[in-house]
C-alpha cells in the first residue's frame, strides 16, 4: 500500500514551557527531533490566545526544519494576514472557542461556505495548501471540495474516546463512517488526512485505511515522550502505521 505521512504536532511541547513561562522546552527544538524522528512533517495550531505556539515559534520552527510545516488556524482576518506572511506549505483551517481546551469537533463548512470560499482563495493563490478539518460527514465534505479545498483532514476524536470509553459498538460505527466517508472524499479528488486523538492502541484501523495519505499525532507522541523519550515515540508511531499499512 502507498506510503503514508505522519506529521507531528509540537504544540504542547509550548503549552508545557508556557505552564512556567520559561523558554524551554523549545517546540522549535522538538520539530527538529521529530524530522530527524522520521515525521514527514510538522504541523502548529497559532490560536487566537496564543495558549501553546506563540508568533516567533511559526518563525523559528519553519527556519529550523526542512520538511513541511502544516499552519493550523482558525478562519479569522489576523491568522489570515499570518499565513500570508510565512507562505507555510499547508494551511488546515480548525475550528476554534477561546473555552475550550482542544478542538471539539469538525468545522462547519457547510454552514459557512461562502465566507470559507473567500476567505481561503487568497491562501490557495499563495500556493499553500488548503485543509479543512472537518467530521467524517458527507455534507462537510462535500463543501470543502465546492469551495476549493485540496484537503480535508477527518476528525478521529470520537473514534477514539469511544475505544477508550469501552463503547466499542459505537467506536465501530465511526471507524466505518471514517472509513466511508476517505472513500468519498477521495472520490471528490481530495487528499485524505486523519487526527486527533490517535494513540497506540488506536492508530491501526485508520492508518490500513487506503485513502488516508496523512495522519497528524500531537499530544500522545508529547505525553508519551515523557516516558520514552520524543525520538522512540515517533518512530514506535511510524513503525505502528507502516504495519499497519502492509498487513
Known sequence: MEYQRLG?????????????GSAYPDPAQAAIMAEAAGA????????????????????????AISVPLNFEMAATSEMQA?????????????????????????????????RLAVFIAPLVDLGCRLSMFIAADRDQIAASHRIGAQVVELHT???????????????????????????????????????????YDTVAPIAAIPEVKELNIG??????????????????????MDEARAT
Open 8 to 20: 507531528v504536532n509540537i504544540d504542547h511541547v509550548a503549552t508545557v514551557r508556557n505552564a512556567r
Open 40 to 63: 514527514d512533517g510538522i504541523t502548529a495550531h497559532l490560536r487566537e490566545d496564543r495558549r501553546h505556539i506563540r508568533d516567533d515559534d511559526i518563525e523559528r520552527i519553519t527556519s
Open 82 to 114: 499570518i499565513a500570508m506572511r510565512h507562505k507555510p506549505h499547508a494551511v488546515c483551517i480548525v475550528p476554534e472557542r477561546r473555552e475550550e481546551r482542544t478542538t471539539e469537533g469538525g468545522l462547519n463548512v457547510a454552514g459557512d461556505e461562502n
Open 157 to 199: 476524536g470520537a473514534y477514539c474516546d469511544y475505544h477508550y470509553a469501552g463503547e466499542f459498538a459505537e467506536r465501530d460505527a465511526e471507524l466505518s463512517r471514517i472509513r466511508d466517508m476517505a472513500a468519498y472524499a477521495h472520490s471528490l479528488g481530495l487528499e485524505v488526512h486523519a487526527g486527533h486523538g490517535l494513540t
Open 219 to 240: 499530544h500522545f507522541l508529547i505525553a508519551q515522550a515523557i516516558f520514552d523519550g520524543l525520538t522512540p515515540a515517533i518512530r514506535e508511531m511510524r513503525r505502528l
